[in-house]
């Protein structure tokens, strides 16, 4: 179906319009248009319009008004205060173009993408044979909305897992597993993600306890690390056991953030070796990198440490070997050279915004970044406790993932089975519905939040039913589900003619506004944006479902109409959570 024109984008080209009629001379204008609650619209641009022409705003307010065509869309247009105005939009107009996204399916009118390209995101980046903790949270779940949206819109997606699966510790532990070959065997059977990171953690006390007493096997490690450098068959034979072992936990920890990981996204920090030597190369050849003390660095005018001298980005040490900036630069270059960027996003903490500065500079020097490949950033702040500090445990450990999704969902659990007899569910259902209530709370607290802020972890608060939270939205869509398992034979229908009620209009014209918001949210990499819509379209429906009885209306038309109303207003709310990596049940 073609896409669907919005209110806003049509009341603003008749606006447009009559502005370029009363203004000849000033060209295309914009009559910067936003929702009011004075109006159903505002246009502000007369203001400024006026000022440059030397003219009367009032005066030129009342010209525009003039040439405006009212009856379909428009219903009405008054000039208010100084050369404002404002604009009221026919039922008729709302109704039917409620009606265009109603019939486009789950697309709800949203188009596609004019200029698709293929955006390369880097997100959800744990480390092999360590534990998985809060601070992982935040890549993984803004990391994973992002890639939806931009999906949704048509863009070229390849998603990136860069794990941190090579570097010194694989020298430890790859001669401990040597002289302890029995350490990571199975007992038969498939094993957890849990008792996986129970294999590596204890494997991993243990060779860190003989490494820090014993300086022979220290000697040995170490000598180890250069056998897995060199490529030799059987240290990178043992080092893959590592990253398997490591994987089965990290998938049991994405299925538990109902996030799909695919294998051929993982490509950690060694998928880039070979290519570090010539990355080098390139850099030192074309002038870039330098060698400074026996390193190869690139330096910024900008970039100055504490005692005002240049700190360089070290893209190989003196020692020979290379630093993570070696890494990261042949990972833009695999990307764009290979993959065919046209944008490669990072969704990566904001305390490693001065490393990425560095990086993408050094990339546009090298001429591997320019005006046709851009990349970007998008960084994010810090999990907080409630006192404001940065999430520990009691002990001042840093909070395991795997518990704190588990005891999300347990506290979820416990508030669905509040309600449970009254709706009717299985216990079945109820456990189901407790994933999905509490691993969305976690997700949706997150992802509520500006990308760049810290936020509090609060799990009493993000599994209250009331503000906004996830749970909220989610029993806002199994409302409308009961509704319309309640109405019998009665069957959503548009109706035009009727007149809508100030609280069905308000609750349309913000429906009108989901593929603007979503063109926004994907232009910005910003998914809090779609989490402030659909709070606001779930706290529309509350109004109207106080106003507006929906089965006990007054006419069978009516009644059709506003099962059409919530039917929309649920699709657009499945849609939205679906685009966050949230579910919505049936039932609640």
């Known amino acids: 179906m073609a896409s669907v024109t919005s209110l806003t984008a049509s009341v603003h080209q008749r606006l447009a319009d009559a502005l370029s009629a009363a203004l000849p001379e000033t060209g295309s204008a914009d009559p910067l248009l936003r929702r009011s609650d ?10 400024a319009l006026a000022k440059k022409a030397k003219a009367n705003p009032r005066d030129l307010a009342t010209q525009v008004v003039e040439r405006i065509t009212t009856g379909d869309v428009i219903k009405d247009v008054e000039v208010s205060g100084p050369g404002f105005l404002n604009i009221t939009i026919t039922d008729r107009a709302i109704t039917e173009n409620l009606a265009a996204r109603y019939e486009d399916g789950e697309r709800l009118g949203v188009p596609f993408a004019e200029h698709p390209g293929t955006t390369v995101i880097d997100y959800a980046q ?49 001669q401990y ?21 129970s294999n590596l953690n204890r494997l991993y006390k243990a060779a ?25 068959p059987e240290t990178l034979a043992l080092w893959q ?28 920090e060694s998928g880039y070796n070979d290519m570090l030597d010539e990355t080098c190369r390139l850099l030192e050849e074309s002038g870039v990198a330098v060698r400074s003390d026996g390193a190869l660095c690139v330096f910024f005018d900008d970039v100055k440490g504490p005692d005002g001298n240049p700190v360089p980005l070290i893209v190989k040490k003196s020692d020979g070997g290379y630093g993570y900036a070696a890494t990261d630069l042949s990972a833009i270059r695999d990307r764009v050279f290979n993959l ?16 990425f500065k560095m990086v993408f500079e050094t990339a546009r020097r090298a001429g591997w970044l320019n005006d046709d490949v851009k990349a970007h950033q998008l960084a994010f702040g810090t999990v907080l406790g409630k006192d404001g500090k940065p999430f520990k445990t009691r002990e001042g450990e840093t909070v395991k993932l795997e518990h704190l999704l588990d005891e999300a969902v ?39 939040t500006s990308a760049v802020r810290d936020y509090k972890f609060d799990l009493d608060q993000m599994v209250s039913l009331n503000g906004d939270t996830s749970v909220y939205l989610q029993y806002a869509y199994a409302r409308i589900q009961s509704i319309l398992r309640k109405a019998g034979e009665a069957r959503p229908a548009a109706h035009p003619e009727l007149e809508l009620h100030s609280a069905e209009r308000e609750l349309g014209l913000h429906l009108d506004r989901f593929a603007e918001t979503i063109a926004e949210v994907a232009d910005e990499y910003a998914p809090h944006k779609l989490a402030a819509y659909l709070y ?29 109303l919530v039917d929309l207003t649920a699709r657009t709310l499945h849609q939205g959570m679906a685009l966050l990596g949230i579910r919505t049940p049936e039932r609640l």
């Open 241 to 268: 056991v590592f990253v398997d072992e490591s994987k089965i936990y990290f998938y049991s920890v994405f299925d538990k953030l109902d996030m799909e990981i695919r294998d051929p996204d993982v490509v950690g």
């Open 208 to 232: 860190r306890a003989v490494f820090d007493s014993d300086e022979e096997f220290k000697t040995r490690a170490r000598r180890r690390v250069v056998d897995l450098q060199a490529g030799d």
């Open 126 to 174: 744990p480390n092999v044979a360590k534990e998985m903790h809060v601070g992982h949270l935040r890549s993984a779940v803004i990391g994973d909305a992002v890639v939806q949206i931009l999906e949704f819109v048509g863009e070229s997606v390849v998603r990136r897992h860069h794990i941190g699966d090579w570097g010194t510790q694989f020298g430890m532990l790859i």
């Open 536 to 564: 606001q379209l779930a706290s529309h429906l509350t109004t109207f479902y106080d106003q507006c009885p929906v089965l006990k209306a007054e006419t069978p038309e009516q009644v059709e109409n506003r099962l059409f």
């Open 177 to 197: 597993l040597i002289e302890h070959p029995h350490e990571l065997d199975h007992k038969g059977g498939d094993v957890s993600g849990e008792e996986a990171m």
């Open 38 to 47: 004075r109006a159903d619209f505002q246009a502000n641009g007369i203001l």
């Open 410 to 448: 347990d506290r979820a659990t416990a508030v669905v089975r509040e309600k449970a007899e009254k709706v009717g569910l299985s216990e079945q259902e109820i456990e189901e519905n407790g994933r999905y209530v509490g691993i969305g709370a976690v997700k949706y607290a997150d992802l509520s």
């Open 340 to 355: 065919k960027a046209s944008t490669l996003l990072y969704v990566v903490d904001a305390r490693q915004s001065l490393h």
